[in-house]
């Protein structure tokens, strides 16, 4: 079982950055691939950024190439995901997740991220 906290959410202007945490429970967490998700409102969850469990590969979606990273810490039991330059379309909830690389087992609760224009 893994147990997944965020946090690092908050109000920005656009053209700013924040820097989202998920912390986990759990030795095995660097077995899981890591993945950050959003849901805006009104829309469906979409998928953001996923690490490999050996840190190795890295994947975004288009929409956020180029302005947002993800990394990991094995040793702190941590993912983060660094956002900059900012949209008010990137306003969502924000989750992480951890699976293999074909189901997405666990998830946190989420941290909202707004930005205002």
């Known amino acids: 079982q893994v147990q997944l906290v965020e946090s690092g959410g908050g109000l920005v202007q656009a053209g700013g950055s924040l820097r989202l945490s998920c912390a986990a429970s759990g030795r095995t967490f660097s077995t899981y691939n890591m993945g950050w998700f959003r849901r805006a409102p009104g829309k469906e969850r979409e998928f953001v950024s996923r690490i490999s469990s050996n840190n190795r590969s890295t994947l975004y979606a288009d929409s956020v190439k180029g302005r947002f990273t993800i990394s990991r810490d094995n040793a702190k039991n941590t993912v983060y995901l660094q956002m900059n330059s900012l949209k008010p379309e990137d306003t969502a909830v924000y989750y992480c997740?951890?699976?293999?690389?074909?189901?997405?087992?666990?998830w946190g609760q989420g941290t909202q991220v707004t930005v205002s224009s």
């Open positions: 997740a951890a699976g293999t690389s074909i189901l997405w087992s666990y």
